[in-house]
């Protein structure tokens, strides 16, 4: 079921993309298809959610590490202290992977 829901948006975010093809993607898409004010707030709302996933994502990183048995998985409070890895160390980590990927 989730195959065919994914699939759907997906064909939807090809067809728009071929139609429109310019930068600025799904906030772009919003703007062409429902109007400048619902581009606006797609425009926020997908910078709020880029924004808030490396966070998110260095912070799981280091819940699920931490019950590794090894002494390296343990969060510590700096950035790389006594050869643990830290909340703080990872997302350092995947910021420096977001700019250099973007």
Do not use: R
Request: aromatic residues 16%.
């Amino acid at each position: 079921i989730g195959f065919v829901v994914i699939g759907t948006i997906a064909y939807n975010y090809i067809e728009i993309g071929t139609m429109f093809p310019q930068s600025g993607g799904m906030s772009n898409y919003a703007q062409y298809t429902h109007g400048s004010l619902l581009g606006f707030i797609a425009a926020w709302a997908n910078w709020v959610s880029l924004v808030t996933i490396i966070p998110i994502e260095a912070v799981s990183a280091v819940q699920y590490m931490s019950s590794w048995p090894w002494d390296w998985a343990k969060p510590m409070g700096a950035l790389m202290k006594d050869g643990s890895i830290s909340t703080i160390g990872l997302f350092a980590v995947y910021i420096i992977i977001a700019i250099f990927s973007l």
